[in-house]
């Protein structure tokens, strides 16, 4: 064998370590992709898990070094008290010489300062003289009975709490969230009443079995709003699993808790409804025939989650999408400053601009993009109705901010204990916020089913303004 044919066949000393650096490189080079590729695969199932998750962590996503200090943002002026409608005493606070120097004042000027506090609270009790008697005729025991009276009960069970502090307490329960040993706790202290929580467990199941009419009517006035908002969140009755429901329009707002969180709970809820459902992307709103809206926020959100742990490829179709979303909610805000020619050339602009991003998507998509664009593209005409009626709104914001008070009071009362608990919650919060949506007190409508002593329909309509 030749000499320059051993040569190629073994390497030189500088070949070797030549050969050995490049693979050492290489090595490196692959750990390095190896763990970030492992790295990039966690943050998504994080996030793919916070999608599911019922309630938000506490903790903040996203550490902000310079936080915005709480108060109003700039350039919003201040808005003042309004001046009282009626003084009730006129206090004089004179002042004539300075108080280190003893020296009369000079330029003197007055002052008016306003104080609004409450009286001493005091209870009023009313005693009635109630007369009873057999009748002679019939035999039947008969007493006597007068409006104000909220029970017919006497001796042992003579002494009883008024309506205006049994909806009180209601109201601080269902509507604020604050527990029953706090309330009594609050009455006794303020109002020099000893209250027992059942006492107020009790009340509460009666103004409920009073209220069931009038919240039928309620859900009855729900399916005749143009368009309404739908939306859940979990819930528990005693160990049972169970998911409070929202379904909200500008005026009305009803509540209910069930076991399930299928689409029959919709369809028995809203029934023969006509109008626009505002929904999020859960897939129980796909099985309803219903003429739907999508709500963007969700999408917005999620895009934004996805374009932070995707690579640079998919990130370009991710943030094509956030750009094409964002430019149509501008649109739908700048409606009224084009004309209406401008305004469809636009529309039609992003409509064709979404099509091209559906088509496009399928080249080299990763499997997160994959899914996101099949969702967009099952639902494809609902996204952007916003855009045609100025009546559909662009999210479930609406239906979100009726559900955070649920959420809170999830946190700090644990929900229900029993299926009875969850019913009179569901009747009696939907029409606390449904008269506070109208413009009405729920003091005057709990008073009508207080006095009334049974069941009641009580139509609700929105106050009149001024």
């Known amino acids: 064998m030749s000499a320059s044919t051993t040569r190629g066949a073994t390497p030189t000393e500088e070949e070797a370590r030549t050969h050995c650096a490049g693979c050492r490189q290489r090595d490196r080079r692959i750990r390095e992709l190896e763990e970030r590729v492992a790295a990039l695969e966690q943050k998504l199932a994080e996030r793919e898990r916070a999608e599911h998750r019922q309630a938000g962590p506490f903790r903040r996503r996203n550490h902000v070094a310079h936080p915005k200090k709480p108060g109003r943002p700039n350039g919003h002026k201040p808005e003042h008290r309004p001046l009282p409608q009626h003084i009730d005493r ?9 108080p280190d120097c003893q020296v009369p004042l000079v330029n003197k000027v007055m002052h008016t300062q306003y104080q609004t506090d409450l009286p001493p ?6 005693q009635f003289n109630v007369h009873a008697g057999i009748c002679p005729c019939c035999g039947k025991y008969r007493q006597g009975h007068h409006p104000q009276q909220i ?22 329960k269902h509507r604020l969230g604050v527990a029953y040993g706090k309330i009594c706790d609050f009455f006794e202290t303020y109002l020099d009443i000893s209250i027992c929580p059942a006492t107020l467990c009790r009340a509460e199941q009666r103004l409920a079995e009073l209220a069931r009419p009038t919240y039928e009517l309620l859900i009855d006035a729900l399916r005749r709003c143009g368009v309404v908002h739908a939306d859940e969140t979990g819930w528990r009755i005693s160990r049972l699993n169970a998911w409070l429901w929202v379904f909200s329009s500008q005026t009305v707002t009803v509540y209910a808790i069930r076991t399930s969180r299928g689409h029959e709970v919709p369809e028995e809820i809203l029934g023969d409804f006509d109008g626009v459902l505002i929904v999020d992307g859960l897939a129980t709103y796909d099985a309803l025939d219903y003429f739907k809206g999508r709500c963007v926020g969700h999408i917005l959100r999620r895009s934004r989650e996805l374009a932070e742990v995707c690579d640079d490829t998919d990130r370009q179709y991710v943030e094509q999408l956030i750009a094409l979303l964002q430019e149509g909610l501008d649109l739908a805000e700048r409606r009224d400053t084009l004309t209406r020619v401008g305004y469809q050339r636009r529309v ?8 091209l991003w559906l088509d496009f998507h399928g080249r080299h998509p990763s499997p997160a993009l994959e899914r996101l664009a099949r969702h967009l593209g099952d639902h494809r005409y609902q996204w952007l109705l916003f855009l045609y009626d100025e009546t559909i ?3 479930n914001n609406h239906a979100e901010r009726m559900l955070r008070p649920a959420v809170i009071m999830r946190k700090l009362g644990g929900c229900n204990k029993t299926l009875r608990g969850a019913l009179v919650h569901s009747i009696l919060s939907s029409l606390m916020v449904s008269c506070r949506q109208m413009g009405r007190r729920f003091l005057e409508l709990a008073k009508q089913l207080w006095y009334g002593m049974v069941p009641q329909a009580i139509p609700m309509e929105p106050q009149p303004d001024g």
Do not use: H
Request: proline content about 8%; charged content about 15%; glycine content about 6%.
């Open 121 to 126: 609270v005091t209870p009023i009790v009313t």
């Open 393 to 395: 709104p662009a999210t």
């Open 90 to 98: 006129i206090v004089d606070v004179p002042i004539d010489v300075c």
């Open 348 to 355: 039609q602009e992003i409509e064709n601009r979404f099509d």
């Open 151 to 172: 029970s017919d009960a006497v001796g042992a069970a003579g002494n009883q709490i008024g309506p205006v502090i049994l909806t009180m307490a209601a109201e601080l």
